[in-house]
């Protein structure tokens, strides 16, 4: 039974539970920031700055370990770090600017002018396979980015910036430098930190006796060695993910791991070139179109999967569940699974194809209670939650799908759905409908029930606009 359990959500939601609980030494210095931030002697305006930095740098540690490690597509890291660094430069230049060092401010410049010259070595694609060592280039980037940071930093301290926002600084150029090298033991973790707090420690020189001082570098060093290993160990639960995905598709498919890594990296591009290429019109077309390309939309739908995003969002759903259960298009039905492995009574529906055979494949071999139907007058209900998730973009003509949902639930039942009206630069097979489907749905027979269901703490994504949990209402 090679594989069938890739992305169990119950490992998932335990490993997210771990994190939160390694969260602990980095937040302990984001506190110990802010006490010095309220006790400093400098100025208002820099002391609110500092908490603002320490508050930016809790949220740091809490999102982007998780949010950068969980992730199938390896370009995006090295992509993502060059946005990043130049918002770090833009930070790092006002608040030079603020304590008037000029000459920090030709530092910022300068560091700006390297990274533009740098920039396309950090865009290149690095391997597709997780598996895959980093290339040396990102260590030898590191290396040039610590020292033009370096220069930064020390002329900034020499131009009067505050000792307290000069490590909250430092501690941002470190984390780009840590994304770059990613560190997997803790004795590497330990070092890193070490040396980013020794740094610390020298350019403070002048005041290196003081309590101050010494509390600053030792939240540097914990916030960093902290970070360092939430990152570790996101990047290992991300390769157990990918590799557990690259097994099932080996299995399924009859393909060797070569060809199903490349095939989980090329399928976006090549679904959107295709789409474009082919240009479907009518329901007849856009199904035979999705039939020809089921194969590549299993492999698009599986590495989306694996999103620390994504994996968030599944949880939440996975909590709207009651009672019987609709899986609306649901794809290669990691969602039907979750349902099913909690003991909900579920009805997975799709059209034919792969997708649909996978989940039959992987349902079979861990012996779960799934139905699995391709069209609409198979279902019978009443179901208490209708999902119908990046569903109703895929659709030609929405009113009858819209009228056999409502059909189907129960009153007081839930329509749990996301929409998008129209294409976009990497989805050109989103069609538009020419109306808002959340305003036909509340005109014909649901209402909203989303504002007391997603809270503060809910999942990013459930509070995006196209995401709708609806009731559908008596006659």
Known sequence: MLGFCAMDY???????????WRLVSAAAACGLLLGLAARSPVSLGARLAAGAL????????????????????????????ARARWFVLLLAGLVVAAAQAWLALAAVAAGAALHLALVGTLRKPPPVD?????????????????????????????????????????MAFAFLALVLLRPRLLLPQLLVGAVVAALL??????????????????AVFLWTTGVAHLYAKVVQQNRENFDALVENLQVFCHQPRETVVQNLAESPARL??????????????????????????????????????H?????????????????????????SRGLAREGR???????????????????????????IVHELDQLEG?????????????????????????????????????????????????????????????????????????GLFSPELMHKKHFLILERQEV
């Open 10 to 20: 119950d490992k998932q939601r335990a490993f997210l539970v771990r994190q939160r």
């Open 54 to 81: 320490a508050l930016g740098l809790l949220w740091t540690a809490h999102y982007l370990p998780n949010y950068l490690g969980l992730d199938a597509a390896a370009v995006r890291r090295p992509r993502w770090v």
């Open 130 to 170: 997780l598996r895959a060592a980093d290339p040396p280039r990102f260590a030898a980037l590191a290396v040039a980015y610590a020292a033009a940071d370096g220069l930064v930093l020390w002329t900034a301290r020499h131009g009067g910036v505050a000792d307290l926002l000069l490590a909250e600084l430092l």
């Open 201 to 218: 420690g020298r350019l403070l020189a002048p005041v290196a006796a003081s309590a101050t001082s010494i509390a600053a570098c030792t």
């Open 272 to 309: 959107a070139e295709s789409w474009r290429r082919e240009n479907p019109q009518g329901q007849g077309e856009v199904t035979a179109w999705y039939s020809r390309s089921a194969r590549l939309y299993l492999y698009n739908n599986c590495q989306h999967h694996l999103l620390y995003k």
């Open 311 to 335: 994996i968030v969002y599944t949880l939440g759903l996975l909590r709207l569940a009651r009672g019987r259960v609709l899986d609306f298009g649901g794809g290669p039905g990691n969602f």
């Open 345 to 371: 009574d579920t009805t997975y529906l799709d059209v034919p194809g792969d997708s649909a055979n996978y989940l039959r494949w992987r349902a079979e071999g861990e012996r779960l209670p799934l139905k």
């Open 382 to 454: 009443p179901y208490d939650v209708v999902y119908a998730l990046d569903v109703i973009e895929h659709l030609v003509d929405l009113p009858p799908v819209f009228a056999r949902w409502r059909e189907l639930l129960r009153a007081g039942g839930r329509l749990v759905a996301t929409y998008y009206n129209g294409p976009n630069s990497s989805a050109p097979m989103h069609i538009d409908p020419g109306y808002d489907a959340r305003a036909y749905l509340l005109a014909h027979g649901f209402r909203d029930v989303k504002p007391t269901l997603v």
